[in-house]
């Protein structure tokens, strides 16, 4: 079983930073994209931002400049640091892992965290 598991959410001030922190733990071969989405309540899951294996990135435009993802893959990690946060960045954010479950299956799955909430206060 794989299980992907966040920590770090909580409440911060406008302006604050934070980092979130999410491990890839269970039986698989290879992790390809890891990466952090965030959803409201009505609304659909947004991607925030995504790192593949190699180092290269990707961010909604929303975060561009203030969100940084990086990663350990010795550690099955994906880190999201958030700087100069603002009232709209409250949320629930998710990690996610597209990973390959052996070496004689060539598909990727995604996998979820259950979330870890996010609050940014003026």
């Known amino acids: 079983q794989v299980e992907l598991v966040e920590s770090g959410g909580g409440l911060v001030q406008v302006g604050g930073s934070m980092r979130l922190s999410c491990e890839a733990s269970?039986?698989?071969?290879?992790?390809?994209?890891m990466g952090w989405y965030r959803q409201d309540p009505g609304k659909q899951r947004e991607l925030v931002a995504a790192?593949?294996?190699?180092?290269?990135?990707n961010y909604a435009d929303s975060v561009k400049g203030r969100f940084t993802i990086s990663r350990d893959n010795a550690k099955n990690t994906v880190y999201l640091q958030m700087n100069a946060l603002k009232p709209e960045d409250t949320s629930v954010y998710y990690c996610?892992?597209?990973?390959?479950?052996?070496?004689?299956?060539?598909?990727?799955?995604?996998?979820w965290g259950q979330g870890t909430q996010v609050t940014v206060s003026s």
């Open positions: 996610n892992a597209d990973l390959r479950k052996n070496n004689y299956d060539s598909n990727w799955y995604r996998y």
């Open positions: 269970g039986s698989f071969a290879s992790i390809n994209v």
């Open positions: 790192i593949i294996s190699t180092g290269s990135t």
